[in-house]
């Protein structure tokens, strides 16, 4: 149980039992000789009083201290109860964005019965859609990037001061020479005999002789970041943190956080932020857009697609001005299409959230450059559009590159980064206004687009949820009509 709990409970309670009895806090207060602040506090669950106070409040509203004192709530607070107890407020970190537990709880307890229905509506509405306490965590750290535009100058200045003190580390070897200097860690590959763990990209073995496990299989890139992200945890002083890669079980926020903060630190310490930031001026000054020169600079930093557009993301907004910016990674396998990473910094509703039944948009860059690899699976493909939500007037400017995943063949994935075109966008990138740049209309998805199959050819299923919504405006402008065709005279 929370250490917060007794002490919620017992203001929801105060305050219930009050209220039930028709006293103001004062009235309360001239009957147990306590301040009216105290008594404030006590309710809004910041104050536990002592026995002998308790034993005074449960006398001046007419109960017994077994009761007030007691964790289980009525079947009124029931809901409200179960929140309190959930993971939702005990893991969720709340302080990331100012609000306590007592701020949720004083707004719940202002009208318990109704507070009590939408608690039970949310906690419904996690089981029946599958939402663990991770999807929150999650939800969160995206909310946290958006909030510093993705750019977190400590990270950045600590990743600075390291490679000062060491040097580049142009190779996975030279960094784990490093973690091997820092804090005695041994660098080794996983046995190929265990299938379990055939696609764990590392795994971490903590004690006083540490040892960090790679998957062989990996890309030399790939195990340069994965080393040095370890170099982060210590670096940093990182406590909470998943032991494997991808993690298999989140426990807290913290643990979430951390893993962000090392990964972000491990790509600042292998790409340069002043490097790229210079050299990503000089490729948007050129007025043509060159595929080639985009797929040169990516390899220059020994980078995989995904580690460099999402440094690209956390560099561009801070230090080359373009704010307005969205990334998303999507993988396809067997014709199935799922976004699995999307941090959205622009004005307009880059669609995510959508129906595990829909299909996305066959239109989108990021899935162009799926099939273009499917083709010619050997080699990254990469892609550039400027488009335009159907519903919507802004465009966007989005560079996608696809590659096969290494530890998983038959799965490919895309990256995309998509710049919001409005002038200043216009202004510092020159290559937007190439004349050789495809444009295209998108839709979110299939089931929602209103385009005919003879105007999209790539369309994957029928427009059904488009057509029940016309179908219901269609029924309620009938249902309209009809009343006022035969409403009577008064």
Known sequence: MHRQYPRLVLGMKLRQLRLKHELSLKELAEKTMLSVSYLNEIEKGKKYPKPEKIVVLASALNTTYDELVSTKLDAELDSLGEVLDSALIQKFPLDLFGITAQDIIQILSQAPREAGALARTIVDITRDYDLSIENFFHAALRAYQKIHRNHFPDIELEAKSFRRRTGELH?????????????????????????????????????????????????????????????????????????????????????????????????????????????????????????????????????????????????????????????????????????????????????????????????????????????????????????????QTTKFLCISVARPLVLQPDTISSVTLGFQLDNATKRKIAFSNDPMIPKQELGQTCERCPLSAQACQLRASSPTILEQASLHESQQKAVEKFIASHRRPN
């Open 171 to 391: 190779t996975w070897q030279s960094a784990a020479t490093c973690l091997k200097q820092l804090v005695g860690a041994d660098v080794d590959f996983m046995p190929t005999d265990h299938p379990e763990l055939s696609r764990l990209r590392s795994v971490w073995v903590p004690g006083k002789r540490p040892q960090l496990f790679l998957n062989p299989r990996l890309l030399d890139n790939q195990k340069a970041f994965i080393v040095a992200r370890e170099i982060a945890y210590h670096v940093l002083d990182l406590k909470a943190r998943a032991l494997t890669s991808p993690p298999l079980d989140v426990q807290a926020f913290d643990q979430v956080l951390n893993d962000f903060k090392a990964s972000y630190f491990a790509g600042a310490l292998l790409i340069d932020r002043a490097e790229l930031a210079q050299s990503m001026r000089d490729l948007f000054s050129q007025d043509q857009w060159h595929s080639d020169a985009f797929l040169s600079l990516m390899h220059r930093f020994k980078a995989t697609p995904e580690m460099f557009f999402y440094r690209l993301s956390q560099v561009l907004p801070a230090d080359n001005g373009l704010t307005r910016i969205h990334f998303l990674r999507f993988t396809a396998r067997k014709g199935v299409y799922r976004l699995s990473k999307a941090l959205n910094m622009s004005d307009v509703n880059i669609p995510t959230g959508i129906s595990l039944n829909e299909h996305f948009c066959r239109r989108w860059l990021s899935l162009e450059v799926l099939n273009q690899n499917t083709q010619n699976s050997h080699h990254e493909a990469i892609g550039i559009q400027v488009s335009r939500f159907l519903d």
